[in-house]
């Protein structure tokens, strides 16, 4: 399901449209197939691919999935010594997400 529709959406050069056409899907689900997508996002975090972490990092703020905090502090462990250019960026990007999700405590 999300690499065929990311793949679909960037044939099309619609990036963004990819995202949003991810977060429909998750809305669809029943609580057992988040559990188990959660579980894929979770590990998605620990892919060298930064577009798959990109995606996996939309749907985890937007759902605010806080099952992910161990992989997401592993993740921000990991970018602070990386020395690729994104790095910082992406690092910055977990960081925010950590905040929230650690202050929020739920998920939607």
């Given at each position: 399901m999300w690499r065929d529709t990311v793949r679909r959406f960037t044939d099309a050069r619609d990036a963004q449209g990819a995202i949003l056409e991810l977060f429909r899907q998750y809305e669809r689900l029943s609580p057992a197939e988040r559990r188990e997508i959660d579980s894929l996002l979770a590990e998605s975090l620990g892919s060298s691919d930064?577009?798959?972490?990109f995606d996996a990092l939309a749907l985890i703020d937007e759902y605010r999935i806080a099952s992910t905090l161990p992989q997401l502090q592993s993740l921000a462990s990991r970018l602070l010594t990386e020395t690729r250019p994104g790095a910082p960026f992406e690092?910055?990007?977990?960081?925010?997400?950590?905040?929230?999700?650690n202050s929020s405590g739920e998920q939607k």
């Amino acid at each position: 399901m999300w690499r065929d529709t990311v793949r679909r959406f960037t044939d099309a050069r619609d990036a963004q449209g990819a995202i949003l056409e991810l977060f429909r899907q998750y809305e669809r689900l029943s609580p057992a197939e988040r559990r188990e997508i959660d579980s894929l996002l979770a590990e998605s975090l620990g892919s060298s691919d930064e577009d798959v972490r990109f995606d996996a990092l939309a749907l985890i703020d937007e759902y605010r999935i806080a099952s992910t905090l161990p992989q997401l502090q592993s993740l921000a462990s990991r970018l602070l010594t990386e020395t690729r250019p994104g790095a910082p960026f992406e690092l910055a990007k977990v960081q925010r997400l950590l905040d929230r999700l650690n202050s929020s405590g739920e998920q939607k």
